[in-house]
């Protein structure tokens, strides 16, 4: 079992950054990958960016150059750096992880990230 805990969410205003955090419970070295999805009201959650246990990285094509996902092994956390935020970035942000022996996907209880026009 994987627990994660999502923080650096918050009210921001156009233009500005923010930089998430997601701790693991457990040596992120362990977990084949590790990602950011979003969910804004009404609609379905998406895709923001992945990073795998080797530090290959994806990215939603519309957020690619704004925002850099990153991983620091040795705290067990990944980072999410987010600039010049818009306000249609303003949704709820989850950190997953995923392993594959055995096949496992967990979820953080999500992280608000508002930003204001």
């Known amino acids: 079992q994987v627990q994660l805990v999502e923080s650096g969410g918050g009210l921001v205003q156009a233009g500005g950054s923010l930089r998430l955090s997601c701790v693991a419970s457990?040596?992120?070295?362990?977990?084949?990958?590790m990602g950011w999805y979003r969910q804004a009201p009404g609609k379905q959650r998406e895709l923001v960016a992945v990073?795998?246990?080797?530090?290959?990285?994806t990215y939603a094509d519309p957020l690619r150059g704004r925002f850099t996902i990153s991983r620091d092994n040795a705290k067990n956390t990944v980072y999410l750096q987010m600039n010049s935020l818009k306000p249609e970035d303003t949704a709820v942000y989850y950190c997953n992880a995923w392993t594959i022996f055995p096949p496992q996907s967990y979820w953080g209880q999500g992280t608000q990230v508002t930003v204001s026009s």
């Open positions: 457990t040596r992120i070295s362990r977990i084949n990958g």
């Open positions: 990073i795998t246990s080797s530090g290959a990285t």
